[in-house]
C-alpha cells in the first residue's frame, strides 16, 4: 500500500493540543480531487496508532477491490484524517475523553472550513465527501456535516458516512425536542444515506461511554445509549440510517485492532456502500489487472513517513 494522503489537526504524535493550523501532505491532498473519502479514528489514538488501522483497513480494501500493491486505491480518493483525541496521560488516560469530545465538535467546524476552502481551489468549485469513521470519529464527522448544513454558501456535499462503534448519543440524531442539531444536519445535509455498524457486545460503549458522555458537558446526556452500541430505529424521520449489526465485535473491530481479520467485513462493507469501483472495471485494455498483479506480487513499497515541513511526501 502506497501511503495515504491525510490532513492532520495534530501538533505533536502522542497526545498535545491542536495545531494552529491543519496539515495537508501532500499539499493537494484535497484540492486536486473533487470527491474525496475521509478516513476518520476515534478516541485514545496517537498518530502512529492511527496509522496501523488505517494501513489494517486500506490492505482490506485492496483485497476487496483486487488492486496490485503499487496501483491506487479508490483512484487515490482516500485521505486519512488526524486528531488530537488523546493525551500523554499514562494511567490517566480515559479521563481525556471528556475533553475529547468538546475537540471532536471544534475539530468537525474547522474541518468544514477547510473543505470548503479546498472546494474553491478545484476545478468544479465544489468537494463531494464520503467519510468513514470510528468511535468518536463518528461526532467529528456529524460535527462536519452540521458545519456545512449551517452554511447556505458551503461548497461542501457530505454525501455518505460509515459510523463504526458510533461514540455518538442517540437522542442527538432521534429526538428533536432534546437536541435538534445533529438531526437536524442529517436529515437534511446528508446526501446519500448512512450505514451504522453496531455491536451489543462492545464492552467500551456499554460500559464506559454513558457515565463518559455524561461527563463530557451540557447537552451530552444523561448516561446516554451509543449509536454503535444498539440497533438504531429505522423510522421514517431517519430513513437513511441502516443499521448493520457486526456480532460479537468489539471496540477495536472495525479497524482490526482486535484481530486484523476483523476488519474485512467493514472493509467489504465500505466497498459497496461508497461505490469504489474495482481495478477490473478500471483497468485499460493495454495491460489486463491480473498480469499486473502477478508482475507486483513481489514488490512491497517502501514505506514514507509524513514531511511536516514541505508536505511533499506523505
Known amino acids: 500500500m502506497d501511503a495515504l494522503a491525510l490532513v492532520t489537526f495534530r501538533r505533536d504524535p502522542v497526545g498535545g493540543p491542536v495545531a494552529d493550523a491543519p496539515h495537508a501532505c501532500p499539499a493537494d491532498a484535497l484540492t486536486s480531487r473533487r470527491r474525496v473519502v475521509l478516513l476518520i479514528h476515534g478516541f485514545n489514538v496517537n498518530e502512529e496508532h492511527g496509522r496501523e488501522t488505517y494501513a489494517r483497513f486500506v490492505g482490506h480494501l485492496e483485497d476487496q477491490l483486487a488492486i496490485p500493491r503499487d496501483a491506487p486505491v479508490a483512484d ?35 474541518l468544514a472550513e477547510l473543505l470548503d ?11 463531494s465527501v464520503d467519510i468513514v469513521a470510528h468511535s468518536l470519529g463518528g461526532r467529528l464527522a456529524l460535527e462536519t456535516l452540521l458545519a456545512v448544513f449551517g452554511n447556505p454558501a458551503s461548497r461542501v456535499r457530505v454525501d455518505r458516512i460509515q459510523f463504526m462503534a458510533g461514540a455518538v448519543p442517540t437522542f442527538m440524531l432521534f429526538d428533536p425536542d432534546d437536541t435538534p442539531r ?4 442529517f436529515e437534511s445535509a446528508l446526501g446519500v444515506g448512512a450505514k451504522s455498524l453496531w455491536s451489543s457486545s462492545d464492552e467500551v460503549l456499554s460500559f464506559a461511554f454513558p457515565p463518559g458522555q455524561t461527563l463530557a458537558g451540557d447537552g451530552e446526556g444523561f448516561l446516554p445509549t451509543a449509536l454503535g452500541h ?7 424521520e431517519l430513513a437513511r440510517m441502516d443499521p448493520v449489526e457486526m456480532p460479537g465485535a468489539g471496540h477495536g473491530s472495525y479497524w482490526g485492532g482486535d484481530d486484523p481479520d476483523d ?3 467493514t472493509a467489504r462493507i465500505a466497498h459497496e456502500f461508497l461505490g469504489l469501483a474495482d481495478a477490473i472495471e478500471r483497468a485499460t485494455p493495454a495491460r489486463d489487472p491480473r498480469e499486473r498483479a502477478i508482475a507486483d506480487a513481489a514488490a512491497v513499497p517502501a514505506r514514507a513517513t509524513p514531511d511536516r515541513t514541505t508536505g511533499e511526501s506523505c
Open 263 to 265: 476488519c474485512a467485513e
Open 76 to 110: 487515490n480518493r482516500l485521505v486519512a484524517l488526524y486528531w488530537p483525541g488523546d493525551a500523554d496521560w499514562g494511567f490517566a488516560k480515559p479521563l481525556a475523553y471528556m475533553r475529547s469530545v468538546p475537540r471532536a465538535r471544534d475539530i468537525g467546524a474547522s
Open 182 to 185: 445533529l438531526r437536524a444536519a
Open 230 to 236: 444498539a440497533k438504531f430505529p429505522r423510522g421514517d
Open 117 to 127: 476552502a479546498a472546494a474553491g481551489r478545484t476545478g468544479t468549485g465544489f468537494i
